[in-house]
């Protein structure tokens, strides 16, 4: 049955169960970041929030916490709870075992196992439930989960830095550092919260990164992001540092003949390449849509870029703005080669500015393009 409709205070707890779902910004992938509050006769008994998959749900452990409690208390969880069996049990079933009195979601859940299932399972044994409170704020912290579900592809993001002059590095390839300190932890926030870090060959050879998170953090470890190198012919040297950096190491690759033992502890993989013996860009995110990654970050060079700025794939551009000049010479951020007319420029959507020091981030937003696939050159 329905429940009545929210308060000022039902609003109150749900924010705060967004806040400890926010905890898990850094840890829950694939999962999606979940908190929970259990009130009883206006005091909060029990709260959660999900840490890792596989480890107890954010119902269930607020449901621990508040013990007896929990007995025709109100649940305020910033997705709806789960109704299937997957590596737990479903949520659901725990909060009927545990006799609450109501159940409020910020959302319902779009994995199509639950879609509904488990409000209407609540329901069903006689619990009052209400749904869409403070639910932007949620779905904000689920953007990859939710398109994933909806979508079968993981949101995608790609990070630039540049200088005023939209320049990204010098003439001689050297980059370091474009951007000031507060700007690169900024980076390291966005690397922690993906699922994969996906760089092309160039960025490998010129920069040679760890493409790893390095965060200061208390409590769950951050868990480190999968790093794909799209590397078409294998040049990749095995003595590169990301190789033997923490975390899983994935080559996309056109080839078929492998001497594995020259990169340890990398997984390589063959995708179908076009005429030239080059990635397609389909491929490869197709791929990546099979993993299931939630939150895909590109760090890349002009030509990974170009292709994905052509392509339309990109939904989030997040570029840092240095106040330097680099000059004419320096590199630019996009190849787009055969752009001669106005009329044929690539249109971005400024959608947020945020200072970071003497930095500006500008997160920008295109809608999705439909073409034939690209190919890439790493």
Not at 124 to 135: N, S
Request: some cysteine; overall charge positive.
């Amino acid at each position: 049955m329905a429940g009545p409709p929210p308060t000022r205070e039902d609003a109150a707890y749900m924010a705060r169960a967004i806040e400890l779902a926010r905890r898990g910004l850094y840890t829950t992938d694939p999962n999606p970041r979940v908190g929970c509050v259990i009130v009883r006769e206006g005091r909060i008994v029990g709260e959660g929030w999900h840490q890792r998959a596989g480890e107890p749900h954010a119902e269930v452990i607020a449901l621990r916490a508040a013990g007896s409690a929990a007995a025709g208390a109100d649940v305020y969880v910033s997705l709806e709870p789960c109704s299937h069996h997957g590596k737990t049990p479903p949520c659901s079933q725990a909060l009927i075992q545990a006799n609450v009195r109501r159940v409020v979601a910020a959302m319902e859940d779009p994995n199509p196992k639950v879609a509904g299932s488990g409000l209407r399972q609540l329901r069903e044994a006689g619990i009052q439930t209400a749904c869409d409170l403070l639910r932007p704020e949620a779905e904000a912290l689920n953007p990859g989960f939710c398109q994933r579900m909806r979508r079968g592809k993981p949101l995608v993001r790609s990070k630039l830095a540049m200088s005023l002059d939209g320049r990204t590095a010098m003439a001689s390839g050297e980059s370091r550092w474009i951007t000031g300190a507060q700007a690169r932890r900024d980076v390291h926030r966005l690397r922690a919260r993906s699922s994969a870090i996906v760089t092309g060959t160039g960025t490998v050879l010129a920069d040679d990164p760890q493409l790893t998170a390095r965060l200061e953090t208390s409590g769950t470890a951050v868990h480190q992001p999968v790093r794909v190198i799209l590397d078409s012919r294998l040049r990749i040297p095995p003595g590169a540092r990301l190789i033997d950096a923490p975390g899983r190491t994935v080559i996309l690759t056109v080839q078929t003949r492998l001497q594995r033992e020259n990169w340890p502890g990398c997984e390589i993989v063959t995708l179908p390449g076009d005429a030239h013996g080059r990635l397609v860009l389909e491929a490869v995110l197709a791929w990546l849509a099979e993993q299931e990654f939630n939150e895909v970050l590109f760090e890349a060079g002009p030509t990974l870029n170009g292709a994905l700025l052509q392509a339309g794939w990109v939904d989030e551009w997040i570029v840092y703005l240095a106040p330097v000049v680099l000059g004419d010479a320096a590199r630019g951020l996009f190849h787009l080669p055969g752009l001669s007319r106005m009329a044929d420029r690539p249109a971005l959507e400024l959608h947020a500015t945020h200072q970071l020091g003497q930095d500006l981030r500008l997160t920008l937003r295109a809608p999705s393009r439909q073409g034939p696939p690209s190919p890439i050159h790493p």
